[in-house]
């Protein structure tokens, strides 16, 4: 009879070895894109929070509702930064002007531009899959 208690004890404790090894390891098969300055990245999420762009704004369907969700705002309009450049500085609808110096420009749209390039916003195209990860278009 102990001698099955330490044989289901061992399996179940290879078991969940397994499963923990496959899910902390998916991320590191994901591609990392190479020509991002992480970086400049970092200093442009500094930018976001300092002048308080979530309270307005998304990221993922996660922040502010007043402005639209820009998650994908850089490819939305077909990479052009000036655009986006202009939104800041004009401001539009109840969105105000914004003073941000050069660099600060140069570094919010990295963020946006790197944000946009992890991935979609619309929940709608992910599927939650029974171990908690999601995935989307049938890709995991």
């Known amino acids: 009879m102990k001698i099955k208690t330490i044989h289901v004890f061992l399996l179940l404790s290879v078991l969940y070895l397994l499963y923990s090894l496959n899910i902390y390891l998916k991320p590191l098969q994901v591609k990392e894109v190479t020509t991002v300055n992480k970086f400049d990245m970092t200093e442009g999420r500094l930018v976001w929070q300092k002048y308080n762009c979530q309270a307005c704004h998304q990221l993922y369907h996660l922040g502010g509702y007043l402005g639209p969700d820009l998650t994908n ?68």
């Open 73 to 140: 705002v850089y490819s939305k309009y077909n990479g052009n930064a000036d655009v986006i450049k202009g939104f800041v500085k004009a401001g539009i609808r109840q969105m105000p002007s914004f003073n941000l110096s050069t660099e600060e420009e140069r570094l919010l749209i990295e963020f946006l531009k790197e944000t946009d390039a992890s991935g979609s916003s619309d929940m709608r195209n992910y599927k939650v899959l029974p171990n908690g990860m999601i995935e989307q278009d049938g890709k995991k």
